[in-house]
């Protein structure tokens, strides 16, 4: 028995939770009424915070889908997370929404269930922006592309 292995840390993600996550958050952004982002970032922030305030703000969005926008955050190095969204999308979801999302993603990056966790943030946040923009809009636009240093 590799005594050593018993200590390792498991992949933050397998190549499969990869692929399960590009397609859940390719069929979201099809379905959301704004551009959804995510970013597995391999590197260690000192501030994961900070870094996914930067990220966001460095994607490449006019202001108006910006405003909208929802950056899920994730440090592979660091196991740590982010959700930011935009000035509009923050003013008329209910702050039980973000509560909610930010309580279910530690709860499943404590249990190390990262592909679930972030699954299930980047669908909800799609079901979020469809319920309020699409009902107003009465149509969407395309979704736009992954914020630069995306690694999905």
Same mark, same amino acid.
């Given at each position: 028995?590799?005594?050593?292995?018993?200590?390792?840390?498991?992949?933050?993600?397998?190549? =499969?939770?990869?692929?399960? &996550?590009?397609?859940?958050?390719?069929?979201?952004?099809?379905?959301?009424?704004?551009?959804?982002?995510?970013?597995?970032?391999?590197?260690?922030?000192?501030?994961?915070?900070?870094?996914?305030?930067?990220?966001?703000?460095?994607?490449?969005?006019?202001?108006?889908?910006?405003?909208?926008? &929802?950056?899920?955050?994730?440090?592979?190095? =660091?196991?740590?997370?982010?959700?930011?969204?935009?000035?509009? &999308?923050?003013?008329?979801?209910?702050?039980?929404?973000?509560?909610?999302?930010?309580?279910?993603?530690?709860?499943?990056?404590?249990?190390?269930?990262?592909?679930?966790?972030? @699954?299930?943030?980047?669908?909800?946040?799609?079901?979020?922006?469809?319920?309020? @923009?699409?009902? =107003?809009?009465?149509?969407?636009?395309?979704?736009?592309?992954?914020?630069?240093?995306?690694?999905?």
């Amino acid at each position: 028995m590799d005594l050593l292995g018993a200590f390792r840390r498991r992949p933050f993600l397998t190549p =499969t939770e990869r692929e399960q &996550i590009e397609a859940g958050l390719a069929t979201a952004r099809r379905h959301a009424a704004a551009p959804i982002g995510l970013i597995i970032d391999e590197r260690a922030a000192d501030d994961h915070q900070v870094r996914a305030r930067q990220l966001f703000q460095d994607w490449e969005l006019a202001d108006a889908e910006r405003s909208r926008a &929802i950056l899920v955050y994730a440090c592979a190095a =660091t196991r740590r997370f982010a959700v930011l969204g935009g000035e509009e &999308i923050r003013r008329v979801a209910p702050e039980t929404f973000w509560e909610t999302l930010q309580r279910d993603l530690a709860r499943h990056f404590e249990e190390e269930r990262y592909c679930d966790g972030l @699954f299930k943030a980047v669908a909800n946040a799609a079901i979020m922006q469809h319920s309020l @923009f699409v009902a =107003t809009n009465g149509c969407h636009s395309p979704a736009a592309s992954p914020p630069a240093g995306s690694d999905l």
